[in-house]
């Protein structure tokens, strides 16, 4: 690869030391290495190698490189090479760098008494030599290149020498011929030697698939392998970019180069990080579903083809956002139950439509809203933008954790790893919380003879209705329900059921009890038993009560105390209950929270109803 000189440092994106990920600039990697200058460029012999896990970091030549915790795929670069094989039996300490090698324990006795090479076996096509290299250059050499070239490789010994690496000493067998022409480029490099993949000491045999040596069981017994990816990272991201002429296809090739950058490091897997990505302009375009791809180089890869649609000379944000939350979250579309959902803004310049209102819309959908603003407007500007708070009103939470400032498109790479953390902060995501995840609801159901079956049975598809609108699950919504007489029964409560499917049907399938009714009584039980074994939930908690008469106890005193606990109560009365005991159990304001029908049939239109006032309630608690 010929390699251009004058390029900047900032537009190049490297990912490793040594051996770098291959979705990293070629030349970039050249330079990071120091087989080229930035300036003068230059010619660069570049190898392809297998890919590998936990790709370092280190600031060289100017360029700080990136770590990745995985790739499919990895190169090396090089100019000119230096062979670091000596004959059998002597043994040389190569370099590494500036720094010698130089504190290598010598061959042990046991090889000292090995029998020599015999005059027969050096005239024939087998030889052998010992070397002194990385690990991870003789496991490369083993995996990559076929049988006929070594016979027997067998290590001697192994050191790590700190910031080097584990250097191994190593006996092998070689066949006359193709060894010198195929192998000696791939031993080491003009400066250091080349780092491929570790490996623990071992011996091994050509020919045969490598096996990983039994690790010997010590006191890390509970010790994890290295995460495949940021598992821990879980998070449905739509990516909202800037397709419009404001920012112009130069700025806009950045920016889905910065996109790429924190797509990379976020670790997209199976288990972590699911992402999207939409375009904003004058007709917002989903390109891509959460659902599309589920790993980072098919994303990378998704990210590049997107084209620049161009359109109004400001960008419209606002009606991209609006489009993402009600269009981009769904089942069909990949988002998953009880994970964030997150829509990072992009915005280069100011919005020139109401991007507030699209910041509501968000969060009733229960999407955080995060604002990465490029370039904010000079002094001069500020008459042309239409609301200079935008950011702090279209965010989740204006307390700072939502937005994000970069001066310029240029040198962006500085800000993917603050960024990437923010994205994983799933305890940060309050706006994850819903009035349709994070309630407690319990009904508690009039059961008294002048309700009557059929009656009973409206009043069940009433609970049935309510309940379905909310996202059940064991960490989402929960229902409970109790019925009651002068008697009270559970029919379910809180924790025994947690998905939407097992609570309507046993919902319908609750018995109707008949007798008298005993209203306050049935309060101070629900509160008790269904809401106190879940005190300690960060849900909040809903009190549904429905009934058709008039109780024969105090319904003040125990509505009361349930509001005291923390529980909202609306009261929801049939027939002839009074309308002074719906307000003295309802909460305040009484009128949206007390409700009364004629007949029971007039019972479906007040779904709706409590829908929103446990929403609007709920909304509310969180400001």
Known sequence: ???????????????????????????????????????????VRVYSLPGRENYSSVDANGIRSQTLSRWSASFTVTSRYKINIVPYPSIRITGHGSAPIAQLAKVPATYTKKKKVDIKEKQSTCFKFTAVLHMETLTFILQTYPSNIFRTVTILKSKK?????????????????????????L???????????????????????LKKTPEKKTGNKGKKPASLGRSHCKADIAFLIDGSFNIGQRRFNLQKNFVGKVALMLGIGTEGPHVGLVQ????????????NFTSAKDVL?????????????????????????????????????????????????????????????????????????VAKPIPEELGMVQDVAFVDKAVCRNNGFFSYHMP???????????????????????????????????????GSSSVGDSNFRLMLEFVSNIAKTFEISDIGAKIAAVQFTYD????????????????????????????????????????RNVFGPVRESPNKNFLVIVTDGQSYDDVRGPA??????????????????????????????????????????????????????????FLESQQ
């Open 488 to 527: 009270q029964r559970t029919e379910f409560s809180f924790t025994d059921y947690s998905t939407k499917e097992n609570v309507l049907a046993v919902i319908r399938s609750i018995r109707y009890m008949s007798g008298g009714t005993a209203t306050g009584e049935a309060i101070s039980f629900t509160v």
């Open 301 to 373: 890869f998704a990210i590049k083809e997107v084209g620049f649609r161009g359109g109004n000379s400001n960008t419209d944000p606002g009606k991209a956002l609006k489009h993402t939350a009600q269009k981009f979250f769904t089942s069909d579309a990949g988002v998953r139950k009880g994970i964030p959902k997150v829509v990072v803004v992009f915005i280069d310049g100011w919005p020139s439509d109401d991007i507030e209102e699209a910041g509501i819309v968000a969060r009733e959908f229960g999407v955080n809203v995060f604002i990465v603003s």
């Open 408 to 446: 310029n498109w240029f040198g962006t790479t500085k800000y993917v790893k603050p960024l990437v953390q923010k994205l994983c902060s799933h305890e940060q995501m309050m706006c994850s919380k819903t009035c349709y995840n994070s309630v407690n609801i319990a009904f508690l159901i009039d």
């Open 1 to 43: 690869v010929l390699c251009p000189g004058g390029c900047s440092l900032e537009e190049f994106s490297v990912f490793g030391n040594i051996v770098y990920a291959s979705v990293s600039s070629i030349c970039g990697a050249a330079v990071h290495r120091g087989v080229i200058s930035s300036n003068s460029g230059g010619p």
């Open 161 to 185: 020498l700190g910031t080097y690496g584990t250097v191994v000493m190593a006996l092998a067998t070689y066949t006359k011929g193709s060894f010198y022409h195929k192998l000696f480029p």
């Open 560 to 617: 009361a105390a349930a509001q005291d606990a923390g529980i909202t109560i609306f009261s929801v009365g049939v027939a002839w209950a009074p309308l002074d005991d719906l307000k003295d159990m309802a909460s305040k304001p009484k009128e949206s929270h007390a409700f009364f029908t004629r007949e029971f049939t007039g019972l479906e239109p007040i779904v709706s109803d409590v829908i929103r006032g446990i929403c609007r309630d």
């Open 187 to 209: 031993w080491a490099s003009s400066y250091e030697t080349v780092s491929i993949l570790l490996m623990p000491s071992a011996s091994f045999m050509l020919g045969k698939r």
């Open 280 to 291: 904003a302009s004058e007709h917002p375009k989903i390109e891509f579903y959460l659902k």
